[in-house]
């Protein structure tokens, strides 16, 4: 099947700056891609070429098999902006606006429009919504994207303004989605939440793809398995030993060398105490990765 969403080795530089440089990446039908990387990644910029706002300096790629700025996919796609501009309405002619842009009508885009307001808790946000706090504008912003039922939704920080209740709502949001078979593309610095809902994910680091694929697999490889035991210090793995007192001694060993510590400890007539699999979250992986874009992890 084509990609829903890909850049073909696209590139954006701003005067002398290049803030995306070659990107190549595919976001395939029905899972959710969480795209990262540090402030000034070239995030927003490489989402802004997609939905064709920019031009690309070189490079290019395609949305649902159409060119990136290709109008005719317009209203198959839906669009979170990192930050929205409201007109001084309520939320819910703000919603039937973006369904009209999207061709909608009456009186399937009225009935719509009040679903999403109650979907999003929106009744109580007030009647202005340039005044509306910054988590009320972006659920706005998340209804609006939604409106036309998009088999893409492409979200630049969904959930950077939202309260707990609100990111939790947003993640059942995005799996309701997927369970629908949309595609999601999702920037993000909430990485707890990435790590809940992600298939994929991809690392940019100033304007480089350097790190993508399955979310699973990046936990897993890294995964560390802890290991206490109750006995001397076993010297074959006396760099893994973190802890030592009254004799029980707690290893952190790579999980490929676990059960060679434990058959170390029993030939040494230790006694086990507990094996417990660390995984390393996310979080670390990313401040690995940041650390001068060649962290290994
Ligand atoms: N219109 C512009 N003119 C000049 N430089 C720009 C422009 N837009 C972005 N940049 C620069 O391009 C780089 C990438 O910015 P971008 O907004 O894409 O990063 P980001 O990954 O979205 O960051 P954040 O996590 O802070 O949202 C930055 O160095 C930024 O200053
Ligand atoms: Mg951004």
């Not at 719509?112 to 972006?138: C, H, I, P, T």
């Not at 209804?143 to 630049?156: F, G, K, T």
């Not at 076993?234 to 060398?257: C, G, H, N, T």
Request: hydrophobic content about 40%; aromatic content about 6%; proline content about 4%.
């Amino acid at each position: 099947m084509s990609a829903a969403l890909e850049f073909r080795q696209a590139t954006k530089n701003f005067g002398r700056h290049r803030a995306l440089d070659g990107l190549t990446l595919a976001l395939h039908p029905g899972e959710i891609l969480g795209f990262l990387g540090p402030n000034g990644a070239g995030k927003t910029t490489a989402i802004h070429l997609a939905l064709g706002f920019l031009r690309p300096t070189s490079g290019g790629g395609a949305i649902l098999g159409k060119p990136f700025g290709d109008t005719a996919v317009r209203s198959r796609v839906g669009y979170l902006p990192d930050v929205s501009s409201f007109y001084a309405e309520g939320a819910r002619s703000a919603i039937e606006f973006a369904g009209k842009l999207n061709g909608m009508r009456n009186p399937r885009l009225r009935e719509r429009a009040r679903e999403l307001v109650a979907r999003m808790n929106l009744s109580s946000a007030g009647k202005d919504a340039r005044k509306f706090s910054r988590g009320m504008q972006q659920r706005l912003g998340l209804a609006q994207a939604l409106v036309n039922d998009p088999e893409v939704l492409i979200l630049d920080e969904p959930t950077s303004a939202l309260d707990p209740a609100g990111v939790m709502e947003v993640r059942e949001l995005l799996r309701a989605a997927r369970e629908e078979g949309k595609s999601i593309f999702f920037s993000s610095h909430q990485l707890s939440e990435v790590e809940q809902i992600c298939d994929r994910i991809a690392f940019l680091h100033r304007g480089k793809l350097l790190r993508e694929g399955q979310m699973e697999q990046f936990l897993e490889e890294s995964g560390r398995s802890e290991v206490v035991v109750r006995g001397p210090i076993l010297r074959d793995f006396q760099p893994y030993a973190s802890e030592a007192k009254d004799e029980v001694v707690r290893y952190v060993v790579p999980v490929l060398r676990q059960r060679e510590l434990i058959e170390h400890a029993w030939t040494a007539g230790a006694e086990l105490i507990s094996v417990t699999p660390l995984r390393r979250t996310l979080e670390e992986l990313f401040l690995s990765w940041s650390d001068g874009g060649s962290g290994e992890a």
